[in-house]
């Protein structure tokens, strides 16, 4: 009797120093990324001096605003890591089951992290964001006392009436989609159906958002790609460019010092600034290139567009292979489970080769949702500028983030990127069950990222050649319409 107390006492031991493990392994996780999106925030955020006395307030209304974005972003960031981080564990589990050094790495702890994702993210989606934004504009109420707490209490009571006003909505579509008694009795229940119904929606609405922007970013890879990249010299001769340019920058400068100079010289001075300005960036960019080495233009360059050619043609083939696979198997359909086994099978029939494979597609796809969705003319002035951001802007460009990263598991397993079930409340979502959707999603993908991809390679292929030999310094010609009315 004795020993099977000290047993269940050991093993309730082992449990305690398991789960204060796992929380010191979170907590050292998100702080490291709480640091790094605090550096990022800082790097974009518009200075703002507060000198004044009266100014207090407002100081520190901004560090509080930028402490909650800066943990939504964190929280984002995790969410875009937390794939590619379940699916490494899972191949270092099955390459050393017995090392003690890595015991740590267990399915309980990746069980965790997704459902402190999960939890964080709705967190910040439903009351941390809009409570930054509105505590930004608050003053308080109109007689009352000014001060933090006056803010607070006008920020507490508009985030209040807004989530009443979203919960009556949700409510309604949900009675008005459900007929039988057993769902009428739920929508009474508040943590466990309308909670995750509502961030189910917001989850849906972040894969389509990727669905939109992830082909356009995939296109726009090239066009990045090329301008941060030394392109090789084809057919053009640079040193001619280059000197051709800086006579072009010292005449405009000339004329600049001349309309000083002289007051009766007519000259629109702006204009020549302006124009000054492009020639000089143009001469950097012409002698970044002629200072380039020959491996930098002729071999890096190839092998940067080649990559992104071949991560873009697998992508697409893994999404066709997936397709054919949901007419003939069930089991290709995405699901949910409740606990995840880790260290028994790979996750891809290519081992461990398929898997890092699956992890770089997840980032990249990643990757290109971001840039398509900055490059999207809906969403172009939310782009940051460093040290010019303001704060509104920011929370927006946060709340873009984390509903684009939320919706990154779901995407990859929907699309077919990886094997890798949902864990936790990830795999709750009630249209992940529906063959139509997933069907005709994996079809849209294929289908968008194939006509963005034809049709930026044709324009970016016809530019370059009009550029290459010269074509684009030929005058155009003029219309007969043009030719034929002249002036009396």
């Not at 507060?50 to 984002?76: K, M, Y």
């Not at 007689?143 to 803010?151: E, L």
């Not at 039988?180 to 159906?193: F, G, I, N, T, V």
């Not at 951001?389 to 397993?413: D, E, H, W």
Request: proline share 3%; glycine share 6%.
């Amino acid at each position: 009797m004795a020993s099977a107390e000290q047993d269940a006492l050991a093993l309730r031991e082992q449990l305690f120093h398991e789960r204060v493990r796992e929380c010191i392994i979170c907590t050292l996780l998100f702080t490291t990324l709480y640091i790094l999106c605090h550096f990022i925030i800082t790097h974009f955020k518009k200075h703002t001096d507060f000198t004044a006395e009266h100014d207090d307030e407002d100081a520190a209304v901004n560090r509080i605003a930028l402490g909650l974005c800066t943990f939504t972003l964190a929280v984002a960031l995790g969410a875009v890591l937390l794939l590619p981080f379940s699916i490494i564990s899972n191949e270092v589990l099955l390459s050393f089951p017995r090392n003690y050094y890595i015991q740590w790495l267990n399915g309980s702890l990746v069980h965790g992290l997704w459902n402190l994702v999960f939890l964080f993210s709705n967190l910040s989606l439903v009351f941390l964001m809009p409570f930054a934004y509105f505590f930004t504009e608050s003053e308080g109420f109109a007689g009352s006392k000014k001060g933090i707490m006056a803010r607070v209490y006008e920020t507490s009571v508009v985030l209040l009436l807004l989530t009443l006003l979203v919960l009556g909505m949700v409510w309604v579509a949900s009675a008005i989609m459900c007929n039988d008694s057993a769902s009428r009795q739920s929508l009474y229940d508040l943590w466990e159906y309308y909670l995750p119904y509502l961030y189910s929606c917001i989850s849906l609405s972040g894969v389509l958002l990727l669905l939109l922007c992830t082909p356009f970013g995939l296109s726009t890879m090239f066009t990045v790609m090329g301008q941060l990249l030394v392109k090789p010299w084809l057919l053009e001769d640079l040193d001619e460019q280059l000197s051709c340019t800086r006579l072009e920058e010292a005449t405009v400068s000339r004329r600049i010092c001349s309309g000083k100079a002289f007051c009766w010289l007519n000259l629109n001075v702006e204009l020549l600034r302006e124009q000054l300005f492009a020639i000089r960036t143009k001469r950097r960019k012409l002698e970044l290139r002629h200072r380039a080495s020959p491996w930098q233009r002729n071999l890096g360059y190839p092998l940067a567009m080649l990559g992104l050619l071949a991560l873009t043609g697998t992508s697409v083939l893994i999404v066709c292979f997936h397709v054919l696979e949901l007419l003939l198997d069930d089991a290709a359909m995405p699901r949910g489970i409740r606990d995840a086994s880790l260290g028994q099978v790979s996750f891809s029939i290519f081992g461990s080769f398929g898997a890092a494979l699956q992890v770089v597609l997840i980032l990249y796809l990643m990757v290109s949702s971001v840039v398509g969705f900055y490059s999207s003319p809906l969403f172009t002035r939310l782009l940051p500028v460093r040290q010019d951001t303001p704060l509104t802007k920011i929370i927006g460009n946060c709340v873009s983030l984390l509903v684009l990263s939320s919706a990154l598991p779901v995407f990859s397993r929907t699309l077919g990127i990886t094997r890798f079930d949902l864990l936790g409340d990830f795999g709750r979502f009630n249209w992940l069950g529906n063959f139509y959707i997933v069907f005709l999603y994996n079809m849209g993908f294929a289908a968008l990222t194939t006509l963005c991809l034809i049709k930026r390679v044709s324009w970016a292929v016809q530019a370059e050649l009009i550029r290459t030999f010269g074509l684009h310094k030929l005058p155009l010609p003029m219309p007969c319409s043009r030719c034929l009315t002249k002036p009396c």
